[in-house]
């Protein structure tokens, strides 16, 4: 394991090459699984302020559980999350041409972002999705005294493993947006340290 600052990092985040091959997943982290995707308190109003912007690019179905649900659940343990659609698929979800599903919001941020689209909330607010989602298979747990981070294995991104590069390099942006640059600048320091003292 790796520590920096208050973190307990796996040593698989520095170990471990990832490259996500959506044309072998189609989008399956998305759509299966047995909960949804964990979101922030911060990032509760920024959905909201964003959500007229997503919706047009949401499935109709999508479009209804966040009518229902708002864009923020809440769990028995008070851990928020994105709504689903009938307990399967996240409800921000948008399919290409050939069935793969996509983020609606990070569709629209990328749209956005091609068009230069200065009027565009998530462009300006650079808020590509939720940081859990721009993070995996990175999970991010917080015990109060330290956060763990590990990478996440399954079955549906097996065939993005061992492609590209080490997970703390391929997920350097996210990294950086959701610990901050002198964290990740100290990740790096220490992975440097234990290679070298290997």
Known sequence: ??????????????????????????????????????????????????????????????????ERQGVAVRDKDGDLGTPLIDGGACAFIAYAPDGTALCAIEKVYREQQTRNVSEGKLSELHFPK??????????????????????????????????GEPLYRTLREPLVRRFGQEWYDELIEQINYRNNEQ
Not at 26 to 51: H, I, R, T
Not at 130 to 156: K, M
Request: charge should be negative; proline fraction near 6%.
């Open 130 to 163: 939720p940081v859990s989602c721009h993070l995996y298979p990175i999970r991010v747990e917080d015990f109060g005294e330290f956060t763990a981070v590990n990478y996440h294995q399954w079955d549906i991104c097996r065939p993005a493993k061992g492609h």
């Open 1 to 66: 394991m790796i520590i920096v600052k208050n973190s307990i990092v796996s040593d698989d985040v520095a170990d471990q090459c990832f490259g996500c091959r959506l044309e072998c997943c189609k989008g399956g982290c998305c759509v299966d699984g047995d909960s949804w995707a964990p979101l922030l308190e911060e990032e509760v109003p920024v959905l909201e302020d964003v959500l007229s912007e997503v919706l047009p690019a949401m499935t109709a179905a999508g479009r209804e559980a966040v």
